[in-house]
């Protein structure tokens, strides 16, 4: 008895508790940045300053200024909304799609499963990135289409997750006395199957943020992401590319930024997986 509290002590207030909170802070840190941007930086993010152009980074400029003269502290700063909802509301589309794809595929089995995975094998025979890539070029540049390319493409390794763990549960005694007692297929699938799967998917997710987060940064720095004047990570680093000798600042703060909230997507997933337990 004493040898399992501990153990339940540990996993809930040991290394992976204090991942989940250093990662949460850390995101939390970037949120209130983002939400309060003007509070922390009065200028102007597309404000054009012909006369302080490339000016390092000083009193008057934390983050210095950029290649047009704008700040690039106020441009991290707005930047932040638009990667921030990149990293989160991007993440959700693919996991509701391929949850219920996952969740079908894996309690119908036969036919229905051979199609699905069929359909996951097409779509994984394609380098993630670059299909995610073709979508937006075909879509037009633009922060929808990305969403739209992602809903397209991610989903995959969410119905792969979800249906491995059906294929589990499903044979499970409560399943069975559902069953039993006569719920249907989409009663036991709901509520007593899914609910079960929350924590794979909460970790996975957390993860798949960081992914989703520099595909969008990627997919700026190509362009095809959100587009000018509108501030965003990617393409802050792509205007600062040919002043990276003599105008560092342009390309290292929005690098910086997108790390270290990269870094704490993946703090908090290492910590859920281990209190978690996956």
């Known amino acids: 008895m004493i040898s399992l509290s501990s153990a339940s002590a540990r996993r809930h207030f040991g290394p992976g508790a204090i991942e989940i909170a250093a990662g949460t802070a850390i995101i939390l840190t970037w949120v209130v940045l983002a939400v309060a941007a003007p509070l922390f930086s009065g200028a102007d993010p597309n404000g054009i300053d012909l006369i302080g152009l490339l000016q390092p980074p000083s009193a008057d400029h934390f983050f210095g200024t950029d290649h047009l003269g704008r700040d690039v502290f106020s441009r991290v700063l707005h930047a932040a909304r638009i990667d921030i909802w990149m990293g989160i509301a991007g993440v ?15 309690y119908a089995g036969g036919v229905i499963d051979a199609v699905m995975m069929r359909m996951v094998d097409i779509t994984v025979a394609f380098p993630f990135f670059v299909l995610v890539i073709a979508i937006v070029g075909m879509l037009g540049p633009g922060l929808y289409n990305y969403f739209v390319a992602l809903a397209l493409v991610g989903w ?13 549960l499903k044979n499970r005694e409560f399943v069975t006395a559902a069953q039993a007692l006569g719920y249907g297929p989409i009663v036991v699938m709901v509520r007593h199957i899914l609910p079960n799967t929350f924590s794979s998917l909460l970790v ?27 501030p965003e990570w990617g393409a802050m680093i792509a205007d600062g590319q040919p002043y990276v000798v003599d105008a560092w600042w342009i390309c290292f703060f929005p690098g910086l930024a997108a790390t270290t909230l990269g870094f704490g997507f993946i703090l908090t997933s290492d910590g859920l997986s281990r209190v978690l337990g996956r």
């Open 204 to 230: 996975f997710a957390t993860t798949d943020a960081v992914l989703v987060l520099l595909a969008g940064a990627s997919l700026g720095f190509l362009g095809l992401g959100v587009q000018p004047p509108t």
């Open 156 to 168: 995959v390794s969410y119905a792969r997750l979800v249906r491995a763990e059906v294929l589990v």
């Open 92 to 106: 959700i589309p693919p996991l509701l799609i391929g949850a219920t794809i996952g969740l079908i595929s894996g």
